[in-house]
């Protein structure tokens, strides 16, 4: 049906292989990166395509999950048996559709702006070799219709990420945060596969246990529409077991504690590639893979808890490192390794489709955060620490005005998108519904209060670089005397991202006490069956029409499956509507709770906004050390940044590679080989004695297998003696 | 199609003995490389002509069966099945590769040198083809006697000791097999079965014609087991690996890792297991806790646990390679001793994966020490501005030795321990494990070797790959991709096959199970879908 969507996925592939083979031939920067940024308009085309089509034709239930079949992958069939079938094969469904309209169009604006950021760099045809290959595993993450597919992309964008993280090789440093990134996601893959193979045990069992041979339990299709029915089955623990597995392969990529430290050494790559990769797309693949298999999450209430916890408690470390950080990336770094954490923290509260909205407006905004410290750093001719610049406005309005309104948006002021996504989440974990509702007053607190510092240490950059003094080093000024603004291959992705950095919240979402009675909520309604929704529930529990028919192989009659959607929304109530209660009503109703603490929180973070204002432009200087003085310690805890690199290093690292050297040496070296050798010796010995002429082993060799074949045949002449004598 | 076989196996061997005759003259050199390689390369192209014809639901196909020694019912047998169909078709392909890069850097006494590739050529695929259990023991040795020349003669500075240990160790395992097979023999006669030929055992002591007493596999399975195990090799057996790879030349290696090890696995497939199949679930030990099925498979886990561990300490790089190999070759008998079918068939492909991603990492580690005569780590970085095309096909192949998804690794790793988490989850998880360690050492070596300024003077002008180096390896880099997106091409003819070795055994330990008799631990061979929270306790 949607067979085309295979293009998404071969234009960058393409555009990948011509730079890449023929990238030196081409020797043009021009022609190889228009030629990248041609080949992601084509998938942005595409994935549009699709996305209307989707739309138009209006499909209902299970039919929303839709396989675009590709060949057969990995498939052991037996005499009468199939063991294991593994498709390459797409998903085309509410969640990789959303997921796929972001990442393409985004991709674009980055491959464009990269045109003329990597203009001056000669290894620029390999740039979009990488970047083109990156989108390309990004789609198959996002697309693929099982588990080891996805897995494909997974480790596929953790590949592009090293290489493109160490792009500037010749520096050490480089090459090394490239490794830590690839192998810290690697401590989370070792997660993915367990959790998986933990799900093929179980879905495998029951498929087989009730005769459906064509259900495959790595299929997330099959996956979902029987979720239920095994979960039930399965043991709690297992449940348990399964989610928090995946959930460590979900810390990797989305960068959470406790492997949340590649992501702000993973800035050592060029800064386009911060944006593309680091802020709005690859690190959103946790958060994509926990909505995607989230009845596996929802399972258990603790298994959401600790997700919970695991995000508010990376949002709120992350935010407190970046209040004290004056390299202007990894302040954005750390932004999104705590912005990454909110949205972990809707998943574990079960607001799924709410974790999704937030990585959308955080793509946005964050995306034009990186892009505008980029044009920064292009413009102060690759100066990063924001002690150096200041004044910077009056140079580069583009570049300042769109990371102005991005600052706005992340910091959550009305009416930017940011506002809708953020203040959703916090009111969904004050509506959460579980056996942990104490808890999650303590969540929302703290949720909150990450929220007050993101506003001030977003202040902070953001005044910082561009209003005050200018404190650019006297080595800057006598070469380039001021900086400039960027050109237009660069400001146009500035305008477009800060535009729906603006727009995209309220579009996509706008909460009750805005319009009055219901929520208006075309995102939750799209994601519905993906993410948990209402009829989602009914999909994994396995009772509907629609269900019935998946199994049957006939067609659900349409207005069946809408009675019972309804009937679903009413029974079950709207998530958002909030037949819930809030774990702290202020009195009056729950529109006007929800309206009290929306506003609560727009003040808090314009209060942090105007006093970051205050105390960094104006005659502030880095040079007097005000806040260092001030905090002391917590000043020092927060700039080592927990001292968890450190920590790590002392105790895995190092006694890692005494312990391997010393195996080695005990092992090998003395035990095993001293007694091989001690053996040799005593057998050359032996030989010494038997022939005192030294002789070479290879007529050694042959004398014993001169002394097998006698013993051979005289074994076998007593063998025949014996079948003669009875 | 019969001849066929008989002609891939032996055209090397007359190749070789035909160079025998050429003049030992300087003259004669491009005489004796064209012979050797197109002679290579004409073998592969043959046993290429065995897909087409092979049917993948008949076994053992292609069969020549003629009498060897009659008198003690030694038969001449060959046949090729599913599973060494691949492995033959690998060693003729790694054959021609090897030789070709030998060209190169081969200078010293290079006739004897090729006659004893293509005389070890035509020994090996002997082997992957032999259904009699003698013809097999005689290829298995030969294998031995070019081998020992090899590193012994071309091969590095402490060649001496490395060659000596090689062959010490493999005889001592292959003499105690001896022992058994006579054994085996007496046994088989005296029920009135006067045959070595594998097949015919193998169903005789399947369907339970052929009883051997719990007393004789158990022992006889250990001999055969020691025999292999040091092939494979298995931690704790694994010290001469390293030693002789780094002494060996280029080929020497590859050859090495591509297939002589995986004789040893082989051996496991065709004969010690169906031939011995009650001796892995024998308990033994105090109380009867373990059995060697699962000591096996915890010295697997070990293996690859270790064998990451010490790669990533080593300063050579072919002695990290030589470890990684034993970490490797830990995951596939790990896949084979589970006994699961989507393990075994894993193990299986990974057979054919290592030696293509191995190989071609001994290949590349050969391109560089051509130019630089030297392996260590130290001695380089920054090669990735140097020599980018180098680069690029290190990245690859290294990529498919991490088991990067989408390539040859990843396919065999992960149905390898998907299998086998449904049998043991606790060792799965431990073997999981080395899935992240294997990252770490090879980036770590990569990173030194590839990033960073150039540091020595000697590497600022090296010469990047040239034709004949690329010939050799980009079929390797190809087939990375080819089996890692289209592995089923694969599965098809391995799948028949493997599906007869691991139910063969499983009815074994379910009779085991059933007869019930005290000394056999049933927990372990019943394949079903044991949970998560019950399995496992038994080690």
């Known amino acids: 049906m949607f067979g085309y969507a295979w293009l998404m996925i071969a234009f960058p592939l393409i555009g990948a292989a011509i730079n890449g083979f023929l990238g030196k031939k081409i020797n043009n920067k021009k022609i190889s990166g228009w030629l990248g940024t041609a080949m992601l308009a084509g998938s942005f085309a595409t994935a549009l395509a699709v996305f209307f089509d989707y739309q138009s034709r209006g499909l209902q239930g299970a039919e929303r999950f839709v396989e675009v079949p590709g060949w057969t992958w990995i498939a052991i069939q037996g005499m009468s048996e199939r063991y294991l079938h593994i498709d390459f094969a797409l998903l085309i469904d509410p969640l990789s559709v959303t997921m796929m309209l972001f990442i393409t169009g985004i991709s674009m604006l980055i491959h464009m702006y990269s045109t003329e950021y990597m203009s001056h760099d000669e290894g620029l045809p390999r740039f979009f070799t990488y970047l083109n290959l990156f989108v390309a595993m990004m789609l198959i993450l996002i697309l693929g219709a099982n588990i080891p597919m996805m897995f494909v992309g997974w480790e596929g964008v953790g590949l592009c990420s090293y290489l493109l993280i160490g792009f500037w090789y010749r520096n050490m440093e480089n090459a090394k945060c490239g490794m830590k990134a690839f192998i810290t996601n690697r401590v989370g893959d070792f997660g993915i596969l367990i959790g998986l193979f933990m799900i093929f045990q179980q879905f495998d069992a029951y498929f087989r246990m009730h005769g459906m041979t064509e259900a495959s339990a790595l299929d997330f299709k099959d996956i979902l529409l029987n979720a239920n029915a095994v979960l039930s089955v399965m043991s709690p623990a297992d449940a348990l077991f399964i989610a928090l597995f995946l959930f460590l392969g979900a810390c990797g990529k989305s960068a959470q504690f406790p492997l949340h430290i590649w992501l702000p050494d993973a800035m050592a790559g060029p800064t386009p590639v911060s944006a593309l990769i680091h802020a709005a797309t690859m690190v959103t693949s946790g958060v994509y893979m926990v909505t995607r298999l989230n009845p596996v999450f929802s399972a258990n209430e603790t298994s959401g808890f600790i997700v919970a916890c695991i995000g508010a408690g990376t949002a709120f470390m992350a935010a407190t490192i970046a209040l004290t950080q004056n390299d202007i990336k990894k302040v954005l770094a750390y932004s999104t390794v705590s912005q990454l954490g909110y949205m972990f923290l809707a998943c574990g509260v079960g607001a799924y489709w709410v974790a999704i909205f937030h990585v959308i407006t955080h793509a946005f905004f964050k995306a034009c955060l990186f892009l505008g410290s980029g044009s920064v750093i292009h413009g102060m001719h690759e100066e990063q620490d924001t002690r150096h610049m200041g004044g910077l406005a009056k140079y580069m309005p583009i570049t300042y005005w769109t990371f102005v309104i991005s600052t706005f948006a992340i910091a959550g002021i009305f009416p930017l998108a940011g506002f809708f996504s953020k203040d959703e989440i916090l009111w969904q974990v004050a509506i959460w519904d579980s056996q942990f509702k104490g808890a999650a007053s303590f969540l929302y607190w703290l949720a909150l209060f990450t929220a007050l510092m993101t506003a001030f240490y977003m202040g902070r950059v953001t005044w910082k670089t561009f209003l005050g003094k200018p404190r650019w080093t006297a080595e800057f000024k006598k070469k380039h005397h001021h900086p400039h603004e960027s050109h237009l291959p660069m400001t146009i992705p500035l305008m477009v991202l800060a535009t729906m950095a603006v727009i995209s919240g309220a579009i996509l979402f706008t909460p009750g006490w805005m319009t009055g009675g219901e929520p208006r909520e075309p995102l939750a309604h799209f994601l519905d069956v993906s993410a948990g929704g209402p009829e989602g529930l009914m999909l994994y529990a396995g009772g509907t029409g629609a269900m019935d028919a998946q199994i049957h192989g006939e067609h659900a009659e349409p207005a069946h499956g809408e009675d019972a959607g309804h009937g679903a929304e009413e029974a079950q109530g709207d998530g958002h509507a909030a037949h819930h209660e809030p774990f702290m009503l202020l009195g009056g109703s729950v529109t006007s709770t929800e309206m009290i603490m929306a506003f609560g929180s727009v003040l808090i973070a314009l209060i942090m906004l105007i006093l970051s204002n205050r105390r960094y432009t104006g005659d502030y200087d880095p040079k007097k050390k005000a806040a260092q003085k001030a905090f002391g310690p917590l000043y020092a805890f927060s700039y080592n940044k927990w001292y968890i690199d450190e920590i790590y290093n002392n105790i895995l690292v190092r006694p890692g590679v005494w312990l391997s050297s010393k195996a080695w040496q005990i092992f090998d070296v003395r035990l095993i080989d001293g007694i091989v050798n001690g053996v040799a010796k005593v057998l050359g010995a032996l030989g010494e004695l038997i022939r005192p002429v030294q002789t070479g082993f290879v007529r050694n060799y042959m004398l014993y297998l001169l002394a097998g074949a006698v013993m051979f045949m005289l074994i076998n002449m007593w063998s025949y003696l014996l079948g003669g004598a009875s | ?539």
């Open chain 2, 1 to 539: 199609m019969s001849s066929l076989l008989l002609i891939v196996t032996f055209l090397p061997l007359l190749a070789g003995l035909a160079l025998l005759f050429v003049p030992n003259k300087e003259q004669s050199l491009p005489t004796v490389r064209a012979t050797a390689l197109w002679s290579s390369v004409v073998t592969f192209v043959l046993s290429l002509f065995l897909l087409p014809s092979f049917q993948s639901s008949s076994g053992l196909q292609f069969a020549i069966d003629v009498p060897w020694i009659p008198q003690w019912g030694v038969n001449f047998h060959i046949a090729v099945d599913g599973i060494s169909i691949w492995l033959v078709l690998l060693n003729t392909l790694l054959f021609p590769l090897a030789i070709l890069t030998s060209m190169q850097s081969v200078r010293l006494r290079e006739k004897m040198y090729y006659i004893l590739m293509l005389v070890l050529e035509a020994a090996v695929t002997g082997v992957f083809l032999a259904q009699d259990i003698v013809l097999f023991y005689v290829f298995f040795e030969a294998t031995l006697i070019p081998m020992y020349f090899l590193i012994g003669i071309w091969g590095g500075q402490k060649r001496l000791y490395a060659t000596t240990k090689f062959v010490l160790y493999t005889m001592v395992g292959s003499l105690l097999m001896l022992g058994a097979i006579i054994g085996l023999y007496v046994k088989a006669s005296a029920a009135g079965y006067n045959t070595f030929d594998i097949p015919t055992l193998t169903s005789l002591i399947g369907d339970g014609s052929l009883v051997l007493d719990q007393q004789f596999q158990f022992w006889a399975f250990l001999a055969f087991f020691l025999a292999f195990a040091i092939k494979v090799p298995l931690f704790p057996l694994h010290t001469w690996l390293p030693d002789a790879h780094t002494e060996a030349p280029t080929a020497g290696s590859i050859i090495l890792a591509g297939v002589l090890l995986k004789m040893g696995t082989y051996g496991f497939i065709r004969l010690a297991i169906p031939l011995f199949p009650d001796a892995p679930f024998m308990a033994i030990g105090p109380a009867g806790l373990a059995n060697l099925r699962s000591i096996i498979m915890a010295l697997s886990v070990i293996g690859i646990i270790y064998g990451a561990l010490v790669a990533a300490v080593q300063v050579d790089v072919k002695r990290l390679v030589a470890y990684s190999s034993v970490a490797h070759m830990g995951f596939i008998m790990l896949g084979l001793f589970s006994f699961n079918q989507i393990a075994v068939d894993g193990a299986i492909l990974q057979m054919v994966n290592h030696g293509i991603s191995t190989g071609a990492l001994f290949m590349l580690v050969g391109f560089i020490y051509e130019r630089r005569h030297t392996r260590l780590i130290d001695n380089f970085g920054g090669l990735a501005a140097v020599m980018p095309v180098y680069y690029t096909y290190f990245l690859i192949i290294m990529l498919s030795s991490v088991g990067l998804p989408a390539l040859n690794g990843f396919v065999g790793e992960f149905m390898i321990l998907l299998g086998s988490f449904q049998e043991d989850w606790l060792m799965t998880l431990i073997a999981t494990i080395g899935v992240i360690l294997a990252a770490v050492y090879l980036l770590f070596m990569f990173r030194r070797v590839f990033f960073g300024e150039v540091t020595h003077a000697e590497n600022r002008n090296l010469k990047d790959l040239n034709m004949p180096e690329l010939v050799a390896i980009t079929p390797l880099a190809v087939l990375t991709l080819v089996i890692g997106l289209f592995p089923t091409l694969f599965f098809r003819h391995i799948t028949p096959s493997s599906e007869a070795f691991v139910s063969d055994v499983l009815t074994h330990a379910d009779d085991d199970f059933e007869t019930a008799s005290t000394d056999i631990n049933v927990e372990d061979g019943l394949g079903g879908f044991v949970s998560f929270n019950t399995n496992g306790g038994d080690l």
